[in-house]
């Protein structure tokens, strides 16, 4: 069984040294993140009480058959979903892994989320699993716009973004329910997956797939996992250290101890 500490939102000093002695005697590491990273910059998870899907019906606004068939739905959504992930600032749990890469133990962050905040704490290489809201794309000439440039184009009443060439909507790049992952993003990360030795896990439901497996690439191959989450899952049961607590001071105090046992401060 795991060790797992349990009192909530405290940094527990046992459970920090053990993760740290764990990513100093780890010869790859990767990092698995979810929604739960980004709440503490003030995005609330989509499944969470106040999350957009508890505002708007997924199969109406997020599926991509929806888009197709109502495109007018997704942006009347994105007119709060944009805001809010434009006005969020990366917090300590993006910015230690972005140290940790500085420091050239964590080799990659391969996320689930679309805010592009890793991006903006630092992180160079950022797998982005469901896309990102920061890009589309037409769906007829395939041209490609930035968000600022789908900001500005609209056609009809709904403010619809439309593509200025062809007036077909512009499809943002991020993954709609029902459509299929990048191949290419999905197969690197479950290449990283299977080579690195210690995955840490923050923020994460685990419940997503093909996500959710990519902790079991690691641990096929005789790595080890470390969970970081505020509220204990079932799925702690196949980490090897389950750490509970806010992900913006647990990953912090664990890259300090790391330096320190690394000599690095």
């Known amino acids: 069984m795991p060790f797992v500490f349990r009192q909530e939102f405290e940094v527990d000093e046992v459970c920090i040294k053990r993760a740290a002695q764990m990513i100093l005697e780890a010869v790859q590491v990767v990092a698995l993140t979810g929604a739960g990273i980004s709440v503490e910059s003030g995005i609330p998870d989509f499944r969470s009480p106040g999350g957009l899907w508890t505002k708007y019906d997924p199969l109406l606004y997020g599926t991509y ?3 197709v068939n109502h495109p007018e739905r997704f942006w009347e959504m994105a007119k709060e979903l944009n805001p809010l992930l ?6 300590p749990a993006h910015i230690a892994l972005a140290e940790l890469e500085r420091l050239g133990k964590c080799r990659a962050v391969i996320t689930q989320n679309i805010d592009h ?3 903006r704490a630092g992180s160079t290489d950022v797998l982005e699993l469901h896309g990102t809201h920061r890009s589309g794309h037409c ?5 490609v716009f930035t968000l600022e440039e789908m900001k500005e184009l609209s056609c009809g009443g709904d403010q619809v973004a439309c593509c200025p060439h062809d007036q077909t909507s512009i499809k943002p790049d991020v993954v709609f329910f029902g459509e299929p992952l990048d ?6 990360a479950a290449e990283l ?3 690195s030795d210690l995955m840490l896990v923050v923020g994460c439901s685990l419940e997503v797939y093909p996500a959710a497996a990519l902790p079991d690439y690691t641990k096929r191959r005789k790595g080890r996992l470390i969970f970081f989450n505020t509220v204990s899952t079932h799925h702690d049961a196949q980490a090897d250290l389950a750490c509970l607590g806010m992900a913006g001071e647990s990953l912090p105090a664990v890259v300090e101890a790391y330096k ?6």
Do not use: D, I, M
């Open 260 to 265: 320190k046992l690394a000599g690095l401060s």
């Open 193 to 195: 997956a299977s080579t």
């Open 139 to 143: 769906t007829s000439c395939s041209r």
């Open 86 to 91: 434009e006005n969020a600032e990366p917090n």
């Open 183 to 188: 191949s290419r993003v999905l197969s690197r």
């Open 65 to 67: 058959e929806a888009f």
């Open 117 to 119: 905040l890793h991006q």
